[in-house]
Nanobody
Framework: QVQLVESGGDLVQPGGSLRLSCVPSWRLNRLPVLAWYRQAPGKQRELVARRFTTGTTNYGDSVKGRFIISVDSTQNTVYLQMNSLKPEDTAVYYC?????WGQGTQVTVSS
């Protein structure tokens, strides 16, 4: 079981940017896939972005062109860069690898 620790959630104005971080307890190269999901109140958890060790990435339709998932092997960290944020991006964001989940970090987009 891998432990995942997220950070970086905050209150940000519409149009702003935010970067989330996730540090796994295993080395990145041992994890076939790393992903970010989000869950807004009253809604199902949805995929935001996913990255395979091959470098292939997938994005949810609502964030394509605005969010970028990346990794830094030297820091053993996976990032989610979020740009042009909208109020509908407000949610708890979770880092995921297979069956393992982080505790979540709150992102609120509001003026």
């Amino acid at each position: 079981q891998v432990q995942l620790v997220e950070s970086g959630g905050d209150l940000v104005q519409p149009g702003g940017s935010l970067r989330l971080s996730c540090v796994p307890s295993w080395r990145l190269n041992r994890l076939p896939v790393l992903a970010w999901y989000r869950q807004a109140p009253g809604k199902q958890r949805e995929l935001v972005a996913r990255r395979f060790t091959t470098g292939t990435t997938n994005y949810g339709d609502s964030v394509k062109g605005r969010f970028i998932i990346s990794v830094d092997s030297t820091q053993n960290t996976v990032y989610l860069q979020m740009n042009s944020l909208k109020p509908e991006d407000t949610a708890v964001y979770y880092c995921n690898s297979g069956d393992d989940w982080g505790q979540g970090t709150q992102v609120t987009v509001s003026s």
